[in-house]
């Protein structure tokens, strides 16, 4: 098992930064891929990025790209999202997840079995 604790979430002006944190323990040594969902009111969890364990290689989804980077320090079994350039539609819950797989869909919330609680992004205009 793996419990996955976030934190550094709040408020902001649109156009500031944030960076999130997610702490790992348990068996974190069985994670492949660790990165970050969100959740806005009424809509679906929707993937953010990721980064790989072992080598460090990111992902991210298309309205991220550019602003948002996903870097993680194995020694401290941390994963860190650095979210810049802020925009009031990045308001949202914003989740830590974990999985053991390697060659799946990296965007399926479903191939990711370990989640946080959730820490709250709120970007003001």
């Known amino acids: 098992q793996v419990q996955l604790v976030e934190s550094g979430g709040g408020l902001v002006q649109a156009g500031g930064s944030l960076r999130l944190s997610c702490s790992a323990s348990?068996?974190?040594?069985?994670?492949?891929?660790m990165g970050w969902f969100r959740q806005a009111p009424g809509k679906e969890r929707e993937f953010v990025g990721v980064v790989r364990w072992s080598g460090g290689v990111t992902y991210y989804a298309d309205s991220v790209k550019g602003r948002f980077t996903v870097s993680r320090d194995n020694a401290k079994n941390t994963v860190y999202l650095q979210m810049n350039s802020l925009k009031p539609e990045d308001t949202a819950v914003y989740y830590c997840a974990a999985r053991k797989t390697y060659y799946t869909d990296l965007t399926a919330k479903g191939e990711y079995s370990y989640w946080g609680q959730g820490t709250q992004v709120t970007v003001s205009s």
């Open positions: 348990g068996r974190p040594f069985s994670i492949s891929y």
